[in-house]
């Protein structure tokens, strides 16, 4: 009778697995884990996996930090997503040919600090990533940007290339070593300006590895 249950168990167990492992086997993987301090998991309808060196990024998950934690990926096109502690992003449209010139990304960065160092997708013309962020969204070309949470504000900083930040209250450009500052998703961001640089350090440090 116990080897019965123990059979049961087994099955029911295996049975469950099954779903989410269907479910990532339906969508295709967009790029690759680099590196990952302390706990980074990928969501997914309400299903969760714990995320390591060299685990897949699959399209349309929930790449989630933790406490202290960092993730960094590298997209298929060589794009490079970095993420801070208890921030959350989902790539939300991945159209690449290696092939082909340019493609299509769009991601939405739900919350905590970025850096987005652009690849191949962008082609010569850029101006086919689209970001999206708790403030507005971003239209980026060749570019390297982080943003986040700094000074009771959301900040933008553009360390290469040009940046078109969007808001409900304004646009404004950026280009390399400008910054902007929007203090709220109904404000417009203020102009271009350069950051001092302990405030450039302060915004580097959240997206650093230890």
């Known amino acids: 009778m116990s080897n019965i249950k123990h059979t049961l168990a087994a099955a029911l167990f295996a049975a469950a697995l099954i779903p989410a492992a269907s479910a ?39 790449l989630q ?9 590298t997209l ?28 299509k990304l769009a991601f939405e960065v739900v919350q905590g600090a970025f850096l987005f160092v652009g690849g191949a997708i962008e082609g010569k013309t850029g101006g086919n990533v ?6 507005g969204t971003l239209g980026v070309r060749g570019t390297t940007v982080w943003g986040g949470t700094i000074d009771d504000g959301y900040g933008i900083l553009v360390l290469d290339g040009e940046v078109v930040v969007s808001t409900a209250g304004g646009a404004v450009t950026l280009k390399a070593g400008e910054a902007t500052m929007i203090m709220h998703p109904m404000h417009g961001p203020s102009a271009p300006h350069a950051w001092p640089q302990e405030k450039i350090d302060r915004a580097v440090k959240t997206i650093s590895f230890n």
């Open 24 to 62: 990532v086997a339906e969508r295709p993987a967009v790029g690759a884990i680099d590196k990952v301090q302390l706990r980074a998991e990928a969501i997914y309808g309400g299903d969760a996996r714990r995320l390591a060196d060299g685990a897949p990024v699959i399209f349309e998950d929930r």
């Open 65 to 73: 930090t933790g406490k202290k934690a960092r993730l960094q990926s």
């Open 76 to 103: 298929k096109d060589g794009t490079k997503l970095t993420l801070g502690e208890n921030a959350s992003l989902v790539v939300d449209e991945f159209a690449y040919d290696p092939a082909r010139e340019g493609g």
């Open 130 to 135: 689209d970001i999206t962020t708790p403030i």
